[in-house]
C-alpha cells in the first residue's frame, strides 16, 4: 500500500542545485535536515490521526491506512522510544563526524595565515564557550581548507558563528558585550558591532567578561 517510489525528488532537486553551485554546503544541509524533520513528524502527526480516527472502521478506507494499520495505541511508547533513539544515533553520527574531520585537519594543520586565523577563532571559542566545542572549529576548517576560496578564514569563521547559532550552543554568538541580544560581526581581524561597526576585539581576543560593558 506504500510502494518505494524512489528517493524524493524535493532530496534530488536539492542536491542537484547544490552540486551546480546554487546553494552552499551550509544551505544545503540545513535543508536536507529541514526536509528529514519534517517528514518524520509528518509521519508522527499520521501516526496520531490514524489511531484517533480508528474507533469505527471507516477511517481504514481512507487510504493512508497502510502506513499504520498494523500500529495500536499501546504500541506508541515503542513508536516514542525509537524516534528518540533515532535522534540520539544522529547525534552521535554527527559528533564522530565532527571529530573525524577535526582530526584530519590537526593533523596537517600549518601556519599559513588560514591556520592563524583558525587557531585564534579557536581562542575565542574556548574563552567564549569552553574548549569542548574546539572540534567544531576544526571541522569547518577541514572543509572550508579544501574549497578554492579567496579569504577561506572569513568563510570559516561565518560558517563556526552560523553553526553555534543554528545548534542553539549561543543563539547570539558571539554577543555584542554592549548590546547582548546580537552577535558581532566578523571583517577584516576584528569582531565588530553590527549596529556602528565599532571593533570590539581583535579575532583571538575575545573574552567572556568584557570590561567594556555598558
Ligand atoms: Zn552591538
Not at 517510489?5 to 553551485?21: F, K, N
Not at 572549529?137 to 553555534?164: G, M, N
Amino acid at each position: 500500500m506504500n510502494p518505494y517510489t524512489g528517493p524524493d525528488p524535493v532530496l534530488v532537486g536539492l542536491l542537484a542545485r547544490y552540486c551546480a553551485g546554487e546553494v552552499s554546503l551550509e544551505t544545503a544541509a540545513t535543508e536536507w535536515a529541514r526536509i528529514y524533520m519534517e517528514s518524520t513528524r509528518r509521519l508522527q502527526f499520521e501516526l496520531r490521526r490514524s489511531l484517533t480516527s480508528r474507533n469505527g472502521d471507516a477511517a481504514s478506507s481512507e487510504g493512508e491506512g497502510g502506513v499504520t494499520r498494523n500500529i495500536t495505541e499501546p504500541d506508541l511508547p515503542k513508536v516514542r522510544a525509537l524516534f528518540e533513539r533515532v535522534e540520539a544515533k544522529l547525534d552521535l553520527m554527527r559528533s564522530e563526524l565532527i571529530e573525524e574531520s577535526a582530526r584530519e585537519y590537526l593533523s596537517s594543520a600549518g601556519n599559513s595565515p588560514f591556520d592563524k586565523a583558525v587557531r585564534l577563532l579557536a581562542n575565542d571559542v574556548t574563552e567564549t564557550l569552553g574548549d569542548r566545542h574546539l572540534p567544531v572549529v576544526w571541522s569547518f576548517a577541514a572543509h572550508v581548507r579544501q574549497l578554492e576560496l579567496e579569504d577561506p578564514s572569513t568563510r570559516c569563521i561565518e560558517d563556526v558563528q552560523q553553526h553555534f547559532q543554528d545548534t542553539f550552543v549561543d543563539t547570539t554568538w558571539p554577543a555584542c558585550p554592549r548590546h547582548p541580544n546580537h552577535p558581532l560581526d566578523y571583517a577584516e581581524g576584528s569582531w565588530r558591532c553590527p549596529r556602528d561597526g565599532a571593533v570590539v576585539a581583535r579575532l583571538g581576543e575575545l573574552s567572556r567578561h568584557p570590561g567594556n560593558r555598558i
